[in-house]
């Protein structure tokens, strides 16, 4: 692009040399004809101008009112107000073609864009060819050439875009350069905006041509984020993006190779917020400023003096279908990717899309690299939760939210952060961690929850529990060590003044004994005290923290904002699935270890848990079974004619040995068309046919009922649990199980007669 550009200037230059050969030779008038005659001819535009003069002399060329239309219509594309041109014409007879000063006053410009087409598409398309082409390389001399001096003032640019909400309005835009030459390398500019909405733009820039390095420094004042509105929409569902972006940096960098930037300045974002499509607020900031000492992408060096973020704000809310942040990712966006943006990884016409990207790789080499952050702030700010998924709608706010730090430092052997929120208008919460920075093995942190008020919790107990709370508050206390990985941890936890209010009625909450629990837990004051010690090797891979936490807790019914079947699993260390069902495949009446496995683990926990109400509920798709019943019979049948002799096997030899028989095989149809007549209808209902439905149907029964007896016989001789202490009956229309697929053995839970 920057080569383009050069050439582009440099071509420039030759024809604005020639015109002032040509105004030499000719008078002025003749000019301005030319001017308007052939225009249209060669650009397919009016070019006009309003007054022009040359002295021959001096070598000055003045232009006033030059008018470029738009194609075919009266409309301007570009006016000039005026043009001083000053050259050295002498030198032009020794090849040395020069242009000491260029001032051009009041520019105007306008750009339109429709898609990918611009309303100067017209003349890139005119003048693509090859006859502007760089002539190539030859053993003569190279053009000497200078373009002193260029001046750009009042200029004046309008934007319009259909990828625009609105358009962008340049005004007092103004352009320095001391020039370019054919023996200079080094190219110069300042320049300096302003937009209608307030944004001022100040820029110098320094840039090598045989090196291709480049220094920027860019100084960006108010700087709406609205701006960035049309590149976060394609991602994003949003209604608007307010604040305002201000920005004083210095860049540097190698076009030769992208990763070598190097960045230092300050950036600021004040009030910022993000709109979701109903105009509802989900993340803002009051201020946000990082002020960079130095970031070196290729050397994986990032020097923050200051970062500070006042007055976040996050706004969340979970549904049913998902939650308010979910809905707004654009995700038709995905088919309509380019193939540029598949290739790339990201959309090259879109800055934001760059961006992210941009920083996903510096992200990536951040943790291995060299960073330090003298001061880290985040104060005041805010957190709103909102979980509509419960009967109940659950409300929760933190506020007051901080977190401090100084001296983050790759370098360092600890770095130490403070955190402090209150809980929803009552309780607070305060944490200290210090950590390794190099492989966070070695940390240590505590944290404090204080005067948490569990009523706020209700929504989630009655969902759950079928329980609301009606008072409590709790104190939570936390010392973690972890040396070497190795973890350490006291944990201490008192609820006073708790209490259940009546059972509700509610489908989805699980039958625990709630007041049983909790009467358990109180010492004589009526409080719940509890010393929670946890310790392990966190390099084991057989080590969790949580199951351990879990089992010691699992009588603390006011953290039971879980399924019973969450809290099993981790007091007993089992899978969850163990403790949902006991599957059987159709026909099995036998039991193996994928049935012992739940088993065990259900004894177990009712050996454990007496308190418990456990059944084991027969549930699934008889029909389905009286289906492969037939089908076993019929092949069954078809062997042993094929045989000649009878086969009486075990079913699950039985099973195994005419499963290769394929019932859908002209062998097989025409020996059932000989044992039960021809027919059109499916096989699988021939089949039941030639076996019956009511002998089907008697056997799938007696299959139903051998099952539970199995499974009572296994519990109270081999697992040796007392006489209903697992419950095992078939599912009745009340407990509402799925009766499709293969048979299973649903596990319910509840309270024991005597516990509720």
Request: with cysteine.
């Amino acid at each position: 692009m920057v080569r383009r550009l050069l050439k582009f200037l440099l071509w420039t230059a030759i024809v604005v040399m020639a015109l002032i050969v040509l105004v030499v030779l000719f008078h002025p008038p003749l000019v301005k004809w030319a001017v308007r005659r052939y225009s249209p001819e060669y650009t397919g535009r009016q070019i006009t101008l309003d007054h022009f003069r040359v002295n021959p002399f001096t070598g000055n060329v003045h232009m006033e009112g030059l008018h470029v239309l738009e194609a075919k219509a009266d409309t301007v594309f570009v006016h000039i107000n005026a043009i001083d041109v000053n050259t050295t014409i002498y030198k032009m007879w020794g090849g040395f073609y020069e242009i000491t000063s260029v001032a051009i006053d009041g520019p105007f410009l306008r750009i339109l864009q429709s898609g990918d087409r611009f309303n100067f598409s017209d003349l890139t398309d005119r003048f693509a060819s090859d006859t502007l082409a760089a002539p190539e390389p030859t053993d003569s001399e190279p053009v000497r050439y200078a373009l002193h001096n260029i001046a750009l003032t009042n200029g004046t640019l309008d934007y319009l875009s259909d990828l625009l909400p609105e358009p962008v309005q340049v005004r007092s835009l103004q352009f320095n350069s001391p020039g370019v030459a054919w023996d200079k390398t080094l190219v110069e500019a300042l320049a300096s905006l302003a937009l209608v909405n307030g944004t001022a733009l100040k820029t110098e820039v320094s840039f090598d041509q045989q090196s291709l390095k480049y220094q920027v420094h860019a100084d960006l004042d108010k700087a709406p984020l609205k701006m960035l509105e049309p590149y976060v929409r394609p991602y994003l569902h949003i209604s608007a993006l307010t604040g305002t972006l201000h920005a004083d940096v210095h860049v540097r960098g190698d076009g030769n190779d992208m990763m070598d930037v190097g960045l230092k300045g300050d950036l600021q974002v004040h009030q910022a917020e993000l709109l979701d499509p109903k105009g509802v607020k989900l993340s803002g900031l009051g201020r946000m400023e990082m002020v960079i000492d130095t970031i070196e992408v290729k050397k994986e060096l990032y020097r923050i003096r200051r970062f500070t973020l006042d007055e976040p704000y996050a706004f969340f809310e979970l549904y049913d279908d998902g939650d308010n942040w979910t809905r707004l990712l654009a995700e038709d966006t995905v088919a309509s990717s380019t193939a540029a943006e598949a290739e790339l990884g990201y959309d090259p016409m879109n800055p934001f899309s760059m961006l992210v990207h941009y920083a996903k790789e510096v992200a990536s080499s951040y943790t291995d690299g060299n960073y330090k952050v003298d001061s880290l702030g985040i104060g005041k700010g805010t957190v709103v939760f909102n979980d509509y998924t419960l009967q109940n709608t659950f409300h929760y706010a933190l506020t007051d939210l901080s977190i401090r730090a100084d001296d983050i430092n790759s370098k360092q052997d600890s770095i130490t952060l403070f955190a402090h929120s209150t809980l929803n208008g009552s309780g607070t919460f305060d944490a200290r961690a210090d950590l390794d920075p190099a492989t966070f093995r070695n940390m240590h942190f505590s944290y404090t929850v204080d005067r948490l008020g569990m009523p706020d919790f209700g929504p989630y107990t009655v969902f759950f529990l079928a329980h609301p709370i009606l008072s409590g508050t709790t104190r939570y206390t936390c010392e973690t060590h972890i040396v070497d990985n190795k973890l350490v941890s006291k944990n201490h936890i008192l609820v006073e003044d708790f209490q259940f209010g009546r059972k509700m009625d509610v489908s989805t909450a699980y039958q625990l004994p709630m007041r049983l629990a909790v009467s358990l837990l109180k010492d004589k004051d009526g409080s719940i005290d509890l010393e929670l010690p946890v310790e392990g090797d966190l390099d084991d891979p057989e080590y969790k923290v949580m199951p351990i936490v879990w089992q010691v807790l699992k009588n603390l019914v006011v953290k039971a904002v879980s399924a019973p079947i969450n809290l099993l699993s981790r007091a007993f260390d089992a899978d969850e699935e163990d403790l949902k069902s006991v599957r059987f495949l159709h026909l099995q009446e036998d039991l193996t270890g994928k049935q012992e496995k739940p088993l065990n683990t259900l004894a177990r926990v009712a050996a454990s848990k007496p308190e418990l109400k456990i059944e084991l509920v027969q549930a699934g798709d008889k029909s389905g079974e009286e289906e492969a019943f037939a089908l076993l019979m019929a092949r069954s049948a078809f062997l042993a004619d094929s045989t000649g002799a009878p086969v009486d096997l075990p079913r699950i030899e039985l099973e195994e040995k005419v499963r290769p028989i394929d019932i859908k095989s002209p062998g097989f149809t025409a020996w059932l068309d000989k044992r039960s007549g021809p027919s059109a209808e499916p096989i699988q209902k021939r089949c039941m046919q030639f076996v019956g439905a009511a002998n089907a149907k008697v056997e799938v029964e007696r299959l139903w009922a051998a099952r539970k007896v199995l499974l009572e016989t296994y519990l109270t001789t081999t697992k040796q649990l007392p006489a209903g202490r697992i419950t095992v009956r078939d599912a009745t229309p009340e407990d509402k199980l799925a009766t499709s697929g293969q048979p299973y053995f649903q596990v319910l839970y509840g309270s024991a007669p005597s516990e509720e």
